[in-house]
């Protein structure tokens, strides 16, 4: 019943075998080795991008914090959510990276800025000497309260990030369960949509340790150039793997087949199963939509500390008044059998 994050699960047999079979013989280091070159081929098909540059690191920080710094300079600012991931949740590698940009907070209810508050900020955004300037927007689909952007929203929000002249980057950590919810496909939800850098996350998702940062050429035909300027950022900060074809192994098994969009329904369907009967007990809410899978619960803290004594793991995330509460993620490994015996203990808990 370990319900704490996605990062907790194990991996797929289909991972661990292209890991063994890429162990077999020798190959050139740092991203010249046939597996990685056949990664970037396979994600330029899936996103129907024949141009895209991939490039691939080993944790979601250094995914985001090397995209955005391709976005936002040291005087700039890049705009995302008040309770994005890049924000809580990384450390202030986002402004070490840009060597000093700023993450400027956007409020919305349920994890999404809508197009009318963020053109709303920018508007109000001074462009004086004295004061950064707009460069990026960063987006996250699944967002941290488990909602979802649909193409369509993400549309509306990146023509308004273009009106002002901001570039668009999102944190695809959980990219493949939004596509499992919304049944758009990967470009649909992505350079179509008016994204310039996506970072596919792997780990999430059954991987050991892989992202994809994939850059699109977007509106004006930067993307090589920008590439180029990955490349060197991501040497510098340490993050370019000699032996990279482990990197490549793993996200070649996740993506051929569709093996990452069937780890992300069976992790969405387990949520699902698990918010449907936690709706259903007293004193018990949803605080926000589940669209993926990732449930944010307002509970009484007996419940809390009953499940825990029972074995259960998940973090506590009391609401913004206080009101106690817990994050539950969902995985792709996540039985029937944990999602029935934690609503069972949650039942018998609230039961007079």
Known sequence: MNFASDNTSGVPQQVLEALARANDGYAMGYGNDALSHRVQ????????????????????????ALALALLCPPWGAAYCHAAAHVDCDECGAPEFFTGGGKLVLV???????????????????????????????????????????????????TAVARSHGLAVHLDG???????????????????????????????????????????FDGNGGNGGNRAREFDLRRKRAGHLFSKHRYLAAQMMAWLEDGLWLDLARQANGAAARLAAGLSKLPDVHLRHPVDGNVIFVDWPTPLAERLRAQGAAFYDAPAEDCTPGARLVASWDTGEDQVARFLTLAREARSP
């Open 173 to 215: 950590a959980r990219f493949a369960n939004a596509l499992a919810a919304t049944g758009a496909t990967p470009a649909e939800a992505s350079w179509k949509a008016g994204v310039d850098v996506l970072c596919l996350g792997g780990t999430k998702n059954g991987l050991i340790g892989a992202e994809a940062v994939v850059i």
């Open 41 to 64: 081929d396979l994600v330029r098909d899936l996103f129907e991008a024949p141009t895209a540059q991939v490039r691939l690191v080993g944790t979601g920080t250094a995914a985001n």
């Open 107 to 157: 409020p919305g209810a349920h994890g999404r800025i809508t197009p009318e508050r963020l053109d709303a900020v920018l508007t109000r955004a001074g462009r004086s000497v004295h004061q950064v300037q707009p460069s990026a927007l960063s987006l996250s689909n699944l967002t941290e309260a488990g909602t979802v952007y649909d193409p369509d929203m993400l549309a509306a929000l």
